[in-house]
């Protein structure tokens, strides 16, 4: 018993005519054996048909005569075979679940190879963090690593001792965590500014920055901005310096918050 999938892309139309859809006819194996063409109301009439519906229910829906509708069957077994009404609504919903199989399958493959290449840009930024956290470790400055979203992914001993959080708390918070509330707005405008044209800026080229720490005190920073594009993304690198600890002569008209 032959079966039919519809193809994707219609045929060119000419005013006048109606519309056609052009539909594979199939073999028992699943192989073309040639290309049909159905009008929308044989197709339409095939849909209804394996709803469920009756011939008198199609006539009653579509306002047609069931006598009408039994000329739509002829020209549909003219075009597609020989075949009682339950062969050719069997036929066409076995078409109709190859494509959808089809469909899932083409989707899945997709969504694998999309899985796969996550999974290898997660690996090669692991190996980019490690390979950086090694070397932020000896550093005697606060670091932080943080991505173009602002989140943070990386921080050294350094900065669990300027923030008062811990290396494992600081991977889990963003950029923004470390601003005091009244600056947080202007903050984000600052880093996505930076984000969108990034400059290398070293320590004392801008104004002195309020940062806050985890006991909810805060204290004025000096820092050092590097992004650095990987293959996974903008990183920026913070080098952080606490002026509260080098004696530093703050005036409160010097302030801004960070900007990475």
Not at 36 to 44: A, P
Not at 56 to 70: C, E, P, Y
Not at 81 to 96: C, I
Not at 139 to 147: G, N, R
Request: proline residues 3%; charged residues 25%.
């Amino acid at each position: 018993m032959a079966g039919y999938l519809q193809d994707r892309q219609p045929p060119l139309l000419h005013k006048g005519f109606p519309q056609w859809r052009i539909l594979r006819l199939m073999d028992g194996a699943g192989q073309d054996r040639r290309k049909v063409q159905l009008s929308d109301r044989e197709q339409q009439i095939l849909d209804m048909a394996a709803k469920g519906l009756t011939d008198q229910a199609i006539a009653n829906k579509l306002g047609i005569s069931l006598a009408t509708v039994g000329t739509y069957w002829g020209r549909v077994r003219i075009k597609l075979g020989p075949y009682n009404r339950t062969e050719l609504v069997a036929n066409h919903l076995r078409a109709q679940a190859t494509e959808t199989l089809a469909r899932l399958k083409a989707e899945n493959e997709s969504l694998t190879r999309e899985l796969e290449q996550h999974a290898k840009a997660e690996r090669e930024l692991a190996s980019t963090l490690s390979l950086i956290q090694t070397v932020i470790d000896t550093a005697p400055d606060a670091i932080l690593v943080v991505d173009e979203t602002g989140a943070i992914r990386l921080a050294n001993i350094e900065a669990e001792r300027t923030f008062g959080y811990t290396r494992q708390e600081l991977v889990t918070l963003r950029i923004a965590n470390l601003v005091p509330h009244e600056y947080r707005v202007a903050h984000e405008q600052h880093r996505k500014d930076y984000v969108s044209g990034p400059t290398n800026r070293r320590m004392g080229e801008h104004l002195a920055t309020q940062a806050l720490h985890k006991d909810g005190s805060e204290f004025m920073i000096a820092a050092t901005l590097n992004a650095t594009r990987t293959s996974v993304g903008m990183l920026i690198t913070c080098i952080v310096r606490d002026l509260s600890r080098k004696g530093y002569a703050f005036r409160p008209e010097e302030s801004e918050s960070i900007e990475a």
